[in-house]
């Protein structure tokens, strides 16, 4: 039997280049400043050793689908170690279709919602693209506490070239990912701008130095 042909749309390379240190310096000071806790460091390796001391043993923890969270390790730790409540985990052995309102309610509202994001601006906003949408309740507001990990080729000057860099190179390269792993096309049908955090001690971004994800 023939591999299925996976069909991949152009993608602008441009933006899988990390961005200066006084770039990421730049979003980091903004993103404080609106209301968010930020960390950053060298490589994934580290942002892995930060996570896992960051996540609390005893509270249910949504782990988002992330190429971020899967490269990192991130992932794998959340889901698969036992260290943690993962509500992945516990769903493993779920019929999701059966169960379709039980999983999204528990993926909607975790205590704790761990991901990452397709652009981080200068000015301090996270944007998130996604096709169905499930992440993006527990990012806005369902999660007591949300955790992301996001690589240094996503931050970029502003909100215009936010929402370019999804639509010319996450999307792209989702669109691939998807077909690959789900069998399906993948669509931008839903972005999240988060431009603030007004709840203390909510939301974390851990910027790394070194690309990671798409």
């Known amino acids: 039997m023939s591999e299925k042909t996976i069909t991949e749309l152009p993608a602008d390379e441009a933006f899988a ?41 005893d509270q249910a923890i949504f782990a988002s689908t992330s190429e971020t969270l899967r490269l990192s390790g991130i992932q794998e730790d959340i889901d698969a170690s036992g260290r943690f409540k993962s509500i992945r985990a516990e769903q493993a052995d779920w019929d999701l279709r059966a169960r379709r309102d039980d999983v999204r309610t528990a993926r909607s509202a975790p205590d704790v919602v761990v991901g990452s994001v397709h652009a981080v601006t200068e000015d301090g906003r996270l944007v998130t ?65 988060t431009g603030r955090e007004v709840v203390p001690r909510r939301s974390t971004v851990v910027l790394v130095r070194e690309p990671i994800g798409f």
């Open 17 to 57: 280049v990390a961005a200066s240190a006084e770039s990421l310096e730049r979003a980091a000071e903004a993103l404080r400043g609106n209301g968010f806790a930020v960390h950053i460091v060298d490589t994934a390796a580290d942002a892995r050793a930060l996570v896992a001391e960051e996540l609390p043993t």
């Open 129 to 193: 693209g996604s096709a169905s949408g499930s992440q993006l309740a527990a990012y806005a507001y369902g999660a007591g506490r949300a955790i992301w990990v996001v690589g240094a080729q996503k931050v970029v000057a502003d909100l215009d070239t936010a929402l370019r860099r999804i639509e010319t190179y996450s999307l792209p390269k989702e669109d691939v990912r998807a077909q690959r792993v789900m069998g399906q096309r993948s669509v931008l049908a839903k972005i999240l701008i």
